[in-house]
């Protein structure tokens, strides 16, 4: 075999970080990078085979309709690329269906897989459209790929994205309930058209929050992080949003919004200290509506990575 096709049969890894887009009024076009991940390994195999553990794992593991498969296939095959069944092991900590990037996710490992054993050449900008094209929006893309906190427009194929580091003291906690939502379905939720007041409040409060998180202004995000647009209409199929909402301003709650679509919370505290009061107020907050999870995570600089321990 030359140079170029043992290239393809290397071991593959690749490390991928959860997001929350969003963070309110950025609606498709912004997002923050987590510290818990997809991890992904690789190899050339007679048959496809998945061993999956963490969240999720049997789903993860299903060859049956897995999107990971499906994405990595179609890529190879609309390049012209033959198909290398693969031997995959997940390391999976982003919970399906919460709004924290999982389909992002999942996209970005297939495409580089199929980038890596079809030996496309294909660079960072490429990776990032193609995970745009079939995602439908950039920002979870950019924000797992690139890391940190990112803003992502569409320039025709092009994405155009911005980033900055996230204060290291902020803390994310992110509220999950026991049941996931589909993005269609709460795609479903959203008006077809919006008011001018709306659309201007929006405006104001994303243009706040990205100078909030590249100033660190904690003190900003009770206003950056109200949204208009979506919010108000996935409230419905996310109850937890007006009961994590109601805490803003207290225990340590600089802002609050949902986890991409939902049904998950975000809420971003000042500092360490913070976090346990933060918890205890939200456990209270929803007790007798449902159970919840609570992960607390920092927001991360790094995004996708070759480099991360041996996937047990």
């Not at 593959?12 to 990078?33: K, Q, Y």
């Not at 179609?74 to 709004?99: F, K, Y």
């Not at 998950?264 to 205890?280: F, S, W």
Request: one cysteine or more; hydrophobic letters at 45%; charged letters at 20%.
């Amino acid at each position: 075999m030359s140079g170029e096709g043992m290239a393809g049969r290397r071991p593959f890894r690749l490390r991928l970080p959860a997001t929350s887009a969003n963070v309110g009024p950025g609606f498709d076009a912004v997002a923050v990078a987590f510290d818990f991940y997809l991890d992904v390994e690789a190899e050339a195999a007679p048959e496809f085979s998945i061993r999956a553990t963490g969240c999720d794992a049997e789903r993860c593991a299903s060859l049956d309709d897995n999107l990971v498969i499906e994405v990595y296939k179609s890529v190879l095959a609309e390049n012209g690329r033959p198909l290398v069944p693969l031997a995959i092991r997940m390391a999976n900590a982003i919970p399906l269906g919460m709004g924290c990037g999982s389909s992002a996710a999942g996209r970005l490992a297939a495409i580089t897989m199929a980038v890596h054993f079809g030996q496309l050449e294909w660079d960072n900008e490429r990776i990032i459209e193609e995970a745009t094209r079939l995602e439908g929006h950039p920002d979870n893309v950019a924000a797992c790929w690139a890391g940190g906190f990112v803003a992502a427009a569409c320039e025709g194929s092009a994405v155009r994205y911005a980033r900055v580091e996230p204060p290291a003291e902020w803390r994310a906690i992110v509220v999950l309930p026991a049941e996931p939502l589909a993005t269609s379905k709460a795609r479903a939720m959203l008006p077809a058209s919006y008011s001018m007041a709306d659309t201007v409040k929006n405006i104001q409060s994303s243009s706040l929050l990205g100078l909030a998180f590249a100033q660190g202004r904690a003190d900003l995000l009770s206003v950056a992080m109200r949204d208009r647009v979506h919010q108000p209409y996935r409230a419905p199929v996310c109850p937890l949003l007006p009961l994590v909402l109601a805490l803003v301003g207290r225990h340590g709650i600089a802002g609050a919004a949902l986890s991409g679509a939902g049904p998950a919370v975000l809420a971003i505290v000042e500092g360490e200290e913070k976090v346990a009061e933060a918890c205890a107020a939200m456990q209270e907050a929803v007790s007798g509506h449902q159970q919840i999870e609570l992960r607390v995570c920092r927001m991360v600089a790094n995004g996708a990575s070759a480099q991360f321990p041996e996937i047990g």
